[in-house]
T-cell receptor, first 113, second 109 residues
Framework: DAGVTQSPTHLIKTRGQQVTLRCSPKSGHDTVSWYQQALGQGPQFIFQYYEEEERQRGNFPDRFSGHQFPNYSSELNVNALLLGDSALYLC????????????FGNGTRLTVT | EDQVTQSPEALRLQEGESSSLNCSYTVSGLRGLFWYRQDPGKGPEFLFTLYSAGEEKEKERLKATLTKKESFLHITAPKPEDSATYLCAVQAVGNQFYFGTGTSLTVIP
């Protein structure tokens, strides 16, 4: 049973560029959430997708956008990259019922130079 | 404001030296409290979910407990392979998860 998979594992971009990160949820999960984790910090909630719609959003600017596809996979897009966007980007999937734990992928390490 | 605070930030233990990690929280309507383990360069790995005060969960050398304001992760006779960052998260009524900054545990052989 495949867990959450993310691609790419590492990425280096230049300030001002755009980036797309991809996530496939754990089999059977229908909800995908994206988190940003800076070094030494806990994950910060970016947004959550369910039924191909953004259901909740954290305190992140509109430069951060996403998409969920009919097969539940998801993309995170970041435009006009800033140096401060350098972080580990984590995708988490879960069931949309009850209080279901998040299951995380190993993340994409984004470095903005 | 929903908030999660973990202490200590870092903990060094000798192999076999038991201790506890603390997670205190302020949340409007707790749906669940979650503990995760995170190894360097990896995503968080789910350990436990606790739903109500008084609940306890155990897995190998780890035991998690929950009160109305905090949770403890007790580590009994730790081994070097228990070294990792332990994250606590709470799920509020709006379904959003709030994470603490974690406790970095190092177990010395």
């Amino acid at each position: 049973d495949a867990g959450v998979t993310q691609s790419p594992t590492h990425l280096i971009k230049t300030r001002g560029q755009q980036v797309t990160l991809r996530c496939s949820p754990k089999s059977g999960h229908d909800t995908v959430s994206w988190y940003q984790q800076a070094l030494g910090q806990g994950p910060q909630f970016i947004f959550q997708y369910y039924e191909e719609e953004e259901r909740q959003r954290g305190n992140f600017p509109d430069r951060f956008s996403g998409h969920q596809f009919p097969n539940y996979s998801s993309e995170l897009n970041v435009n006009a990259l800033l140096l401060g966007d350098s972080a580990l980007y984590l995708c988490a999937s879960s069931f949309d019922r009850g209080s279901s734990p998040l299951h995380f992928g190993n993340g994409t390490r984004l470095t903005v130079t | 404001e929903d908030q999660v605070t973990q202490s200590p930030e870092a903990l060094r233990l000798q192999e076999g030296e038991s201790s506890s990690l603390n997670c205190s929280y302020t949340v409007s309507g707790l749906r669940g409290l979650f503990w995760y383990r995170q190894d360097p360069g990896k995503g968080p790995e789910f350990l436990f979910t606790l739903y109500s005060a008084g609940e306890e969960k155990e897995k190998e050398r780890l035991k998690a407990t929950l009160t109305k304001k905090e949770s403890f992760l007790h580590i009994t006779a730790p081994k070097p392979e228990d070294s990792a960052t332990y994250l606590c998260a709470v799920q509020a009524v709006g379904n959003q998860f709030y994470f603490g900054t974690g406790t970095s545990l190092t177990v010395i052989p």
